[in-house]
């Protein structure tokens, strides 16, 4: 136990460290759910071609961010084991995830948890209209949660972007391959069209745990 905590205050070190990336802008600070435009434009109309993300081996650390939601949010971190692994994607969860992904990227303004909470690592759903990566992510995945695809399909990942900066994003698992839901990005695509070089992902059985996707 000694050594788990040991290993948890270093990568909790490395967590506040590491940066989280943002889509540059300013936008309207009014409630959150006033901000999202029913008149999102939903691209491509079919999923691309993808593939399933590596299983990945168990590891013992945690995103020190990620047990502290848990601890404040635990219906977000406990799926029932009766639920599906992945979920089968047809034209109205693509939809869904289409409009989930636009409308949360335009409704949340990028604010750091620093300038946000006055801390450096704070993995929260979005309330007021400001968040980070984790903040758009955890937004998502109760959205999506909330509107009927199993949470197990839903998993947080984090990964590194190609200019080397820590960065997290939503990631759904399909009966045809796993999908990235990004604030970078308006564009769903397959986990390896992303660039990143992934990292660490929750693990599919729906609990804390987590698996290491490099070495």
Wanted: aromatic residues 8%; hydrophobic residues 40%; contains cysteine.
């Amino acid at each position: 136990m000694r050594q788990w905590r040991l290993v948890f205050c270093v990568y909790s070190a490395l967590l506040l460290l590491a940066g989280c990336q943002s889509l540059a802008g300013d936008l309207p600070t009014s409630n959150i759910a006033d901000r999202i435009d029913p008149r999102v434009a939903l691209h491509p109309s079919t999923p691309p071609v993808s593939t399933p993300l590596p299983s990945g081996t168990p590891q013992e650390w945690l995103p020190a961010g990620f047990v502290s939601f848990c601890l404040r949010e635990p219906s977000q971190c406990a799926a029932s084991p009766g639920q599906p692994e992945i979920v089968q994607i047809d034209d109205s969860l693509w939809a869904k995830l289409q409009y989930t992904n636009q409308s949360i990227n335009l409704a949340v303004t990028p604010k750091s948890d620093n300038e946000h909470y006055g801390r450096g690592e704070y993995w929260a759903i979005v309330t007021d209209g400001f968040g980070d990566c984790e903040d758009y992510a955890l937004t998502k995945r109760k959205q999506l949660i909330d509107a009927g695809v199993p949470q197990r399909a839903l998993r947080i990942a984090i990964v590194n972007t190609p200019h080397g900066d820590r960065h997290a994003v939503l990631t759904v698992a399909t009966d045809k391959g796993d999908y990235v839901l990004d604030n970078l990005r308006t564009e769903i695509l397959p986990w390896a069209k992303t660039g990143y070089a992934w990292v660490t992902r929750q693990s599919a059985n729906g609990t804390w745990d987590w698996v290491a996707l490099t070495p």
